[in-house]
């Protein structure tokens, strides 16, 4: 699989675990979810980012490395 597009997976996985964790606070419930969500997507874009030949992603140049990561897998 693509380094860039686990990079991408790994950053959308954060704000899933925010969600998570507002709701088990609402409820007052313990964060497992989040817990797990906040492991997986720091591991999997943390993954991606080392092992990645050109060196570290920057963030400014996320925006572009999205779009340029689902051109290359959006079906013509």
Known sequence: MDRDLLFLVGLVFLP???????SAWADRRRPWAAL????????????????????SYDWRLIPDLAVETIARYWPR
């Open 16 to 22: 899933l675990a925010f969600v998570a964790l507002v």
């Open 36 to 55: 797990i969500l906040v492991a997986v997507g720091l591991g999997v874009a943390a993954w991606a980012s080392l092992t990645n030949p050109a060196g």
